[in-house]
T-cell receptor, first 110, second 111 residues
Framework: DVKVTQSSRYLVKRTGEKVFLECVQDMDHENMFWYRQDPGLGLRLIYFSYDVKMKEKGDIPEGYSVSREKKERFSLILESASTNQTSMYLC?????????FGSGTQLSVL | AQSVTQLGSHVSVSEGALVLLRCNYSSSVPPYLFWYVQYPNQGLQLLLKYTSAATLVKGINGFEAEFKKSETSFHLTKPSAHMSDAAEYFCAVSFGNQFYFGTGTSLTVIP
């Protein structure tokens, strides 16, 4: 089975801190995604990547950046965390026909 | 443009009753359609998918969905709800390499 691993299940940070959320997949997928999930808003796409060193903005990229130096790893970076970035962050990798999700990182920014 | 609309952010059913979760999509080309389920404190897992084969798709845990092109719908059903079905359900459409999600429906099962 495909495994998508997010490094932290829960994370608490302070306003202004730089935050790194790490995601690793083990199935050699080219496509990787970062979503945030908020009640009543569903999943919103932050960034995605189709290949190493390639990135594309999703629907809500403001305040975020990403890094994909290796095919299996896709990192989400909050340059200066703010309270409105408190959310559940979901990483995924995909084939054409299926998205595989990690278990999520619940980030709280105080 | 591709989008997904889930009607009803909260649905409650009695144990043993029919489950019906509604999803309508818009897509400029024949879509791939998906239902994902998220149990409490877990990530999303695929329940079922439609990829232009049979219009009635069977998934895990007794769920199924029917693709109706004329109605642009892909509603999720289960004949008899079980307590373990309580979860958040997301409908999604894919186009190219992108996936677009609905806002989710929270299913409560009443004993």
């Amino acid at each position: 089975d495909v495994k998508v691993t997010q490094s932290s299940r829960y994370l608490v940070k302070r306003t202004g801190e730089k935050v790194f959320l790490e995601c690793v997949q083990d199935m050699d997928h080219e496509n990787m995604f970062w979503y945030r999930q908020d009640p009543g808003l569903g999943l919103r796409l932050i960034y995605f990547s189709y290949d190493v060193k390639m990135k594309e903005k999703g629907d809500i990229p403001e305040g975020y950046s990403v890094s994909r130096e290796k095919k299996e790893r896709f990192s989400l970076i909050l340059e200066s965390a703010s309270t409105n970035q408190t959310s559940m962050y979901l990483c995924a990798s995909s084939t054409r026909e299926k998205l595989f999700f990690g278990s999520g990182t619940q980030l709280s920014v105080l | 443009a591709q989008s997904v609309t889930q009607l009803g952010s909260h649905v409650s059913v009695s144990e043993g009753a029919l489950v019906l979760l509604r999803c309508n999509y818009s897509s400029s080309v024949p879509p791939y359609l998906f239902w994902y389920v998220q149990y409490p404190n877990q990530g999303l897992q695929l329940l079922l998918k439609y990829t232009s084969a049979a219009t009635l798709v069977k998934g895990i845990n007794g769920f199924e969905a029917e693709f109706k092109k004329s109605e642009t719908s892909f509603h999720l059903t289960k004949p008899s709800a079980h307590m373990s079905d309580a979860a958040e359900y997301f409908c999604a459409v894919s186009f190219g390499n992108q996936f677009y999600f609905g806002t989710g429906t929270s299913l409560t099962v009443i004993p």
